[in-house]
């Protein structure tokens, strides 16, 4: 299984950006799918997950991010509005099979699979 992050750029504060994941090998319908971030000298931290039962976002995001899939297109996609320059990171798309609880898909082990990470800066 391979994860193909991409749309990541240099954005003003108050602007958007959506961001692109492509999953191919696997069943892509069975994962689910999540979005984690990066910021320089910080560990990696969660975003936001889309599971069959629904949505999910770090309390940082909400109400700005939004996270959704097209399983016709193996695609999981994070729209990002509102942007604050401490939403600059690496952000990581990640995908699992197993049918954890959510707050396991809140934290790194909750995954199996990751992608390689595209950068957004927000300038302010």
């Known amino acids: 299984v391979q994860l193909q992050a991409c749309g990541g750029g240099l954005v003003q504060a108050g602007g958007s950006v959506r961001l692109s994941c492509v999953v191919s090998g696997g069943t892509f319908r069975s994962y689910d799918m999540g979005w984690f971030r990066q910021a320089p000298g910080n560990e990696r931290t969660f975003v936001a997950v889309?599971?069959?039962?629904?949505?999910s976002y770090a309390d940082s995001v909400k109400g700005r991010f939004t996270i959704s899939r097209d399983n016709a297109k193996n695609t999981v996609y994070l729209q990002m509005n509102s942007l604050k320059p401490e939403d600059t990171a690496v952000y990581f798309c990640a995908a699992t099979a197993k049918s954890y609880i959510l707050t396991a898909l809140t934290r790194l082990g909750g995954y199996d699979y990751w992608g390689q990470g595209t950068l957004v800066t927000v300038s302010s």
């Open positions: 889309i599971r069959r039962t629904g949505t």
